[in-house]
C-alpha cells in the first residue's frame, strides 16, 4: 500500500534532511582547478562531449571531455570538492548546467562553451535534497530526485540559468513495500513515466504529467526473494526495462512496459551475467545493451533483437576496472564509460569494435580519485 503525503522534513542516518524544500549555505564545495588525470592532462576542451564521474572516496567530481578518437582530458575547472559524498549527478539536456546531489543538498556548475566548469550561487547549494539518483525529464523543464530516504520523488523546475526551484508539493511521497534500498531513478524518453529500482523492493512505476509536474503513483512489481533490482534502462521507445538485478536469481531481466505500469518479463529466462550484476545501459542506436558485473570486474554484453529478444556479444563479457559500478553511454553513439570503484583503473572509456558487432574496446583510461562510483555523459 502507498501513502502520499507533502514534503516533510526526514530524519536519516543521523541528520536532519529536507525533502526538496528551501536552499542552503551549509555545506559549500570548494572548487579546485587541478587536473583529474586524464590521459591529455588539465585545460578545455569544445567537443562538447563530456563525462562526470563521482569519486566517493574523495568527495569530488571529475569532469573530462572526450575527443572525437576517444581521448580523455580533464576539463577546465575539474576536479569539483565537496565537504560530503557526491552521491547523484546529471547534466541538463541542453549540456550548460551539471548538477551534483549529495545526502542533504543540489550544487550547480555551469558548463562552458569549451567545456570549463563554474559553480552556481558563489558555491552554495541551490536546494536542500537527500539524494540517492536524478535525472531531468526530456524536455529540459523538470529535475526529478530518487530521495535517499526510500519514500519520496523529490521535483524541482529548472530555470533558465540552471538554478532550480522547488517543484509542486515539493514531489510526491509514498510507502513501499518490502526492505526499500534507493537505487536508481530513470525517466522515460516519452516523459510519461517515471521508474525507481529500489534494490529488494523491486520497480516503482509513476506516471508524470510534465506540463503540470504532477506526479502520480501506479504499480509496485517486487522481484524474486532474495534478490535486489540495482540498476535499471528503459529503451528509446518507451516500450522496454532493462533490469540488472543481483542475489539469488541474478542476470538482466527484460520487460514489457504497460501505460499502466505492468512489467512482464520478455521471457522466463534471465539472461545471465556475471557475478553482481550492478549496472546496465543501453547504447545511445539501440542496439546493445550492457551491464557492469561488480563481484569479478567485468561487463557482459547482448544485442537486440526483434522484440527486445538478447544475444550474446563474441567475446563477452569483456574485462574492466576492479569493482566496476557504473555504466554510460556517450551522446554521439561512439562510446561506453565505465567507472571503477575499487580504481585499476577509475575510468574506462570504450569504442565498439570495428569487425564484431557490439564488442567493446577499451580506447582511453583515467585516473580520477578514489572510489569512482557515478558516471554521467552529456546529452
Known sequence: ??????????????????????????????NGNSGSGGNNGGGGTTSGNYLFVANAGANSVSGLGISSTG????????????????????????NKYLWVGTVSQIFGFTIGSNGALSSMNSGNALVNANCA?????????????????GNAL????????????????????????????????????????????????????FSFNTSTGAL??????????????????????????YEARSGTNPGLVVN??????????????????GTQPYSVVLDNTGKYVYVANRGDNTISGWSIDANAKLTAISGSPFASGVAVTSLGADSTGKYIAAAAYSGSPDVTLYGFDSTTAGKLNSVATSSTG????IVALSH
Do not use: H
Request: hydrophobic share 35%.
Open 71 to 94: 581521448t580523455l582530458s580533464a576539463l577546465t575547472g575539474s576536479p569539483l570538492n565537496f565537504s560530503f559524498t557526491p552521491t547523484a549527478i546529471t547534466v541538463s539536456r541542453d
Open 133 to 149: 539518483d536524478m535525472q531531468t525529464t526530456p524536455d529540459g523543464k523538470w529535475l526529478i530526485v530518487l530521495d535517499g530516504s
Open 256 to 273: 514489457t512496459i504497460t501505460s499502466g505500469g505492468i512489467l512482464t518479463p520478455t521471457t522466463s529466462q534471465t539472461y545471465s551475467a
Open 1 to 30: 500500500m502507498f501513502l502520499f503525503r507533502r514534503a516533510v522534513p526526514f530524519l536519516f542516518s543521523g541528520l536532519l534532511l529536507l525533502n526538496g524544500c528551501g536552499t542552503g549555505k551549509f555545506f559549500t564545495p570548494e
Open 370 to 373: 578514489t572510489n569512482a562510483s
Open 216 to 241: 502520480q503513483y501506479q504499480t509496485q512489481t517486487a522481484p524474486p526473494s532474495f534478490t535486489s533490482d540495482n540498476s535499471i534502462a528503459i529503451d528509446s521507445t518507451s516500450s522496454y526495462l
Open 154 to 205: 523529490d521535483l524541482f523546475s529548472i530555470n533558465s540559468d540552471g538554478t532550480l526551484v522547488i517543484g509542486p508539493n515539493g514531489g510526491l511521497g509514498f510507502t513501499a513495500s518490502g526492505t526499500v534500498v534507493p537505487k536508481q531513478l530513470r525517466i522515460a524518453p516519452s516523459g510519461s513515466f517515471v521508474i525507481a529500482a529500489m534494490g529488494t523492493a523491486g520497480e516503482l512505476f
